[in-house]
C-alpha cells in the first residue's frame, strides 16, 4: 500500500533521498544534476523545504520512499508542479496520479484556479501523465536549457471545486 506523507523541514533527510534517487535514476528528467546537489549541507536540503506556502509530499511503500512531488506558490501567476517522480518499482501503480492529485488539492486549498507545470521537451511519459490529468501545453516560453537552445515545455490546468 502506498502512502503519502507531506514533508517538512524536519524531514529533510528523507528529501534528500528522494531526490538524489530520482536524479540519479532519471537525469533526462530534470533541469538539476545529481552533482548540483551533492554541495551543502543540511541547511541547503532545508532550505529547499522551506519556502513559504511550499507544499512537498513523499509516496511511501512499505516504508520505502518510492516518489514524490512538490507544489510551489506561483510568482505572481498559478502555483507550479514541481519534481514529480516515481520509482521504476512504483511505476505504473497509481503513484503518479495520486502525487499530482495531492498537488492539486493543495492548490485548490489555496484558492488557486490554475496548476502549472514545466517539462522537458523529451520527456514523453511526463507528459502523457500530465495530458491524462488534464494539462495542456501553452504557448508560454519555458525556461532555456543547458545547451541554449531547448527551452521547456510549459503546460497549465484549470482547476475546479468539486
Do not use: Q
Not at 524536519?10 to 532519471?26: G, S
Not at 519555458?142 to 471545486?161: N, Q, S
Amino acid at each position: 500500500m502506498v502512502d503519502l506523507r507531506v514533508v517538512t523541514m524536519d524531514d529533510w533527510p528523507l528529501w534528500r533521498d528522494i531526490r538524489r534517487a530520482a536524479l540519479a535514476e532519471a537525469p533526462h528528467a530534470f533541469k538539476s544534476r545529481l552533482a548540483d546537489w551533492h554541495r551543502g549541507g543540511e541547511e541547503r536540503w532545508r532550505a529547499r523545504l522551506e519556502v513559504p506556502g511550499a507544499h512537498h509530499i513523499v509516496a511511501l511503500l512499505d516504508g520505502r520512499a518510492v516518489g514524490m512531488a512538490g507544489g510551489l506558490p506561483g510568482d505572481g501567476g498559478p502555483p507550479e508542479l514541481r519534481s514529480v517522480w516515481v520509482s521504476p518499482e512504483a511505476r505504473g501503480h497509481g503513484v503518479g496520479d495520486r502525487l499530482i492529485a495531492a498537488v492539486e488539492t493543495w492548490a485548490l486549498r489555496a484558492g488557486a484556479t490554475a496548476l502549472r507545470l514545466a517539462v522537458l521537451p523529451g520527456n514523453a511519459p511526463a507528459i502523457a501523465l500530465y495530458e491524462r490529468h488534464g494539462f495542456v501545453a501553452t504557448r508560454e516560453p519555458g525556461d532555456l536549457l543547458a545547451d541554449g537552445v531547448t527551452r521547456e515545455l510549459v503546460m497549465v490546468k484549470a482547476l475546479r471545486r468539486s
